[in-house]
């Protein structure tokens, strides 16, 4: 008889698993608390144009690429890699750095900061290459099923690495390069996993490896959202239905197991087994009610920052904006260690813009532009109200027309503003944390909330909040991990 198995939450981490699972063989059902799916990974459609409300480039490519191949099928979306990655501009400076691949071409960004740019740079890729080769498959591409043994899978990892578990990412940069413009943009990647290059471990400098010599990033054809349209697209062809509109509140059980789970209307939801695409930690905390994620042990966890996004389009084009572009100021060090908690910070705020209509011309009117503004900003936890919410946006608009060199309010017509507010409503974000639990020592590997139930053997968890992490090719990951432990469950 045929295995049923419901997966709540279609994230990049729910589709993916729920294909991996239909292509086995299962019979899969989705619930989905939104109109739909996608989770962060989604899309604005609003006056003529389109955005991409989280995610707007990914890497990794060659994951994408085995989760295709491991469910028989072409991907269901295309893309194209970025050259350059993208543009840094500091607020004290009109020169604007562009990064490249390309070594030579990099370096020469850094011809009068740090003259010796290649040799330096080549030294800490180096470092992080071989980070990244003796942690990827041990580390990152593993179940785990218990701290003892995360802790001697760790052991098994060469022990040349064993002073950068003690450093942050920023004294690891700070190591190899001396100008600030050269450590303020190596260190930059670190601002990707919700946090900051001075709390974050130098472990991921493993991400420089990934960001230039590894495989790049990616841009999707007609916006990131058609990698959610391609999925389920692929999900419908293979009998998954998507019930939208249900909301997970509860949870039935007997015997160990998991019977049913509850919806906000009270209907029950039956099957053999059940995957979690929400964030593990909250799940146990409000729907299970674990005493461990309690609502006062949670807020004791170590969170991701709380972004401050908005959609701007305008009736002109912008030619003089690349893709993909982050602007910063000149307090890098001083800004970096208040922003996660001190709402003062956004009075000179960083921020990042995609232009998803420069090479997407489908996403804007004729003759308009697409903006995506992304700031990082202190989550619910720091700051609740968001009363200032267009005062912070009208202060960066003006910052961001100044380092243009042209002014676009008078241009605006469309304006949509998601602060941590809207991430925890529409997406369930924990106090409005963008990427959840954050990458701490202490939450990673077999120290972040497992991808199987503690007390119901057929209940399971995909996503950000459980292994191996945040992002999207780590959805694709964690989406293969939880995969095998289902299949191993009905084994």
Known sequence: MEKHVLIA?????????????????YQVEMLEKNERAGGRLNQVKKDGFTFDTGPSFFSMSYEFKEFADDCGIELPFRFVELDPLYTVNFSNSPKTYTLYKDLDKLAAQFAEEEPDFKEKFLKYITKSGKLYKDTVDKVIKN???SKLGYLMTLATVNPVHLPVLLKTFWKQVEQYFDSEQAQQIVSLIAFFLGRTPFDTSAVYTLLSHIEFVNDGYYNVKGGMYKIVEGLVK????????????????????????????IDQNNKAWNADAYVINADAAVFRGRVLHRQKYSEQNLRKM???????????GVNKKLPQVHHHNYFLGTNYK???????????????????????????????????????????VPNLLYKRNWDDRDTIVDSILADFSKRIGEDI?????????????EWEKYFNLYEGSGLGLSHHMSQIGGF???????????????????????GLPMAVISSKLTTKRVTDYFE
């Open 448 to 470: 972040r909330p497992a991808n199987v139930d503690e007390d119901f053997t057929n209940l399971f968890y995909v996503g950000a909040s459980t292994v191996p992490g945040a």
């Open 302 to 312: 170590h969170w991701t920052m709380g972004y401050l996004t908005f959609y701007i």
């Open 334 to 376: 001083d800004y970096s260690l208040k922003v996660l908690k001190q709402p003062d910070t956004l009075e000179k705020p960083y921020y990042y813009v995609n232009v998803v209509s420069k090479h997407n011309p489908d996403c804007a009117p004729e003759g308009c532009e697409s903006l995506f503004f992304v700031c990082p």
């Open 234 to 261: 692929e999900l419908t062809e293979a009998g998954v239905k998507i019930h939208y509109n249900t909301e997970v509140k509860a949870v039935k059980n007997s015997n160990g197991k998991v019977t049913a789970l």
């Open 409 to 421: 309010t008078a241009s605006i017509v469309s304006r949509t503003v998601y602060t941590p507010l």
């Open 143 to 145: 179940n785990f099923d």
């Open 9 to 25: 939450g279609t994230g990049l981490g729910g589709l993916t698993t729920a294909l991996r699972l239909a292509k086995r063989g």
